[in-house]
Nanobody, 118 residues
Framework: QVQLVESGGGLVQAGGSLRLSCAAS????????MSWYRQAPGKQRELVAT???????NYADSVKGRFTISRDNTKNIVYLQMNSLKPEDTAVYYCKLYQRFGPQGGYWGQGTQVTVSS
């Protein structure tokens, strides 16, 4: 089993920054993908960014140039640095870990709220 705990959410004004963290623990393989998703009220959950254990990253078009995903493999932590935040970034942000031999849908954290005021 794998447990994921997100932190770092909060209330910030438009144009501000936040850094989210997600700490993973449990039966973690060295090769895995870690991702951030978000879900705004009344909307479907969407992928924000992904990083492989080798450091390859991928971003949603809506956050390219503003958000940066990174990870510390020695601590099994993934970060999401969010700059130039916009009100439309308001959502619950979820961390996901996917690895072979785990659940097809991956492991998920409980989510952390990010609210951007205009």
């Amino acid at each position: 089993q794998v447990q994921l705990v997100e932190s770092g959410g909060g209330l910030v004004q438009a144009g501000g920054s936040l850094r989210l963290s997600c700490a993973a623990s449990g039966s973690i393989f060295s090769i895995n993908d870690m991702s951030w998703y978000r879900q705004a009220p009344g909307k479907q959950r969407e992928l924000v960014a992904t990083i492989t254990s080798g450091g390859t990253t991928n971003y949603a078009d809506s956050v390219k140039g503003r958000f940066t995903i990174s990870r510390d493999n020695t601590k099994n932590i993934v970060y999401l640095q969010m700059n130039s935040l916009k009100p439309e970034d308001t959502a619950v942000y979820y961390c996901k870990l996917y690895q072979r031999f785990g659940p097809q849908g991956g492991y998920w954290g409980q989510g952390t709220q990010v609210t951007v005021s205009s």
